[in-house]
């Protein structure tokens, strides 16, 4: 009888033939295994410098912390990036599908409840994870305190109109837009989650450039920043939990 190598075997059968080492993990932590299956589940991953999540040291304002998530410098195409505050009550911040017209990168707003580990997961055209990670400290209660919008004569008004501009540098441009929301959370008493859940952006011909699923955890009037390879007229579409529609175009 005529024993076929294991290897081989393997890759007939579509079995991985390596388990790809993932390295140290640079800040440990109790819940990342939790979220890793969570949302990687068995797909390969290792955590990767080249991946940087920037955040300040300390939370100043535990309600609007500033976060990049960078990933230009992975070889390849980028397919999604997925952000999280692992130890926040709704650790979820974004999902972003940048298409091939723009840069694996990423600015926004976010709230922490207390110092936490900060997680971007980024996966290339390979089908691999990528991790980069980064502690944050903080005095606590961003994601539980009242709300500075509802407190604002006149709110209601102005939900979902969007400000900002693009901002060219040598070799692309800079989007920076602030969009007028609550991001209710729900973790106020009688305040229900009230959210953007959704922005996708345009190119004039009415062609997708890129998707954004956003959770809770992003701040009120959420800022969001992306790097666009190409020049031209974009236009910014966002839906809410409510089902409200919102549209911007930008120059």
């Known amino acids: 009888m005529t024993r076929v190598p294991l290897l081989l075997l393997a890759l007939c059968m579509g079995a991985p033939a390596y ?18 299956k969570q949302w990687i589940g068995d797909q390969p991953y290792r955590f990767d410098q080249r991946v940087k999540v920037v955040a300040p040291p300390f939370a100043e304002d535990a309600r609007q912390v500033p976060l990049q998530v960078d990933a230009r410098e992975l070889p390849g ?17 974004v999902d972003f599908a940048p298409g091939p017209e723009v840069l694996p990168w990423l600015a926004v ?30 005095a606590g209660g961003g994601c539980t305190a009242p709300s500075v919008v509802r407190s604002q004569p006149g709110w209601e008004e102005r939900l979902g109109q969007v ?10 441009s800079r989007l920076r837009l602030s969009v007028s929301h ?9 305040i229900p989650e009230f959210f953007i859940g959704h922005a996708e952006l345009f190119d004039a011909g009415g062609q997708s ?12 009037n959420p800022s969001l920043s992306f790097d666009l390879r190409r020049p031209g007229p974009v236009r910014l579409r966002l839906r809410d939990n409510n089902g409200n529609d919102f549209d911007a175009a930008i120059e």
Do not use: C
Request: aromatic share 8%; hydrophobic share 45%.
């Open 109 to 138: 707003r976010i709230r922490i409840e207390q110092a936490t580990p900060l997680r971007a997961a980024v996966q290339t055209e390979d089908g691999v994870w990528h991790v980069g990670s980064t502690l944050i400290d903080a």
């Open 77 to 93: 195409t980028v397919k999604r990036m997925l952000v999280w505050a692992e130890l926040n009550p709704l650790p979820r911040i």
């Open 209 to 220: 450039l890129a998707t954004l699923e956003l959770w809770p955890a992003v701040s009120e």
């Open 163 to 172: 400000l900002g501009g693009r901002y060219p540098r040598e070799d692309f």
């Open 19 to 36: 388990a790809l080492d993932p390295g140290p993990d640079p800040v440990p932590s109790v819940m990342w295994e939790f979220y890793r």
């Open 182 to 190: 609550p991001m209710d959370n729900g973790l106020m008493a009688g």
